[in-house]
Nanobody
Framework: QVQLVESGGGLVQAGGSLRLSCATS????????MGWFRQAPGKEREFVAA????????EYADSVKGRFTISRDNAKNTMYLQMNSLKPEDTAVYYC??????????????WGQGTQVAVSS
């Protein structure tokens, strides 16, 4: 059974930083692309960032480019999202997702339960 567990969310002031983690189990983590998504209250879930199986390729939503960095440690079966210069509009529940392909895709088969990020102004 594939499991994705996010951690690292919390409350932070605007301009601050947080690092989210996504620990995975139940499959060979290093073989698959991964992604981060978020959903703010009253809004649809949106793409944040994605990373290929090796970490050599990454993609970001325009709204987070230059502020967020996605990375992975295949030895630890863990993916990260470093979030800097946080803004109130970054407030959302953040989800990690696992693809069934090695390359970055817009289709994800596995999802975590989410971790709340709140940014105060």
């Amino acid at each position: 059974q594939v499991q994705l567990v996010e951690s690292g969310g919390g409350l932070v002031q605007a301009g601050g930083s947080l690092r989210l983690s996504c620990a995975t189990s139940g499959r060979t983590f290093s073989m698959y692309a991964m992604g981060w998504f978020r959903q703010a209250p009253g809004k649809e879930r949106e793409f944040v960032a994605a990373i290929s199986w090796s970490g050599s390729s990454t993609e970001y939503a325009d709204s987070v480019k230059g502020r967020f960095t996605i990375s992975r440690d295949n030895a630890k079966n863990t993916m990260y999202l470093q979030m800097n210069s946080l803004k109130p509009e970054d407030t959302a529940v953040y989800y990690c997702a696992g693809a069934r392909s090695r390359i970055i895709t817009n289709q994800y088969a596995y999802w975590g339960q989410g971790t709340q990020v709140a940014v105060s102004s």
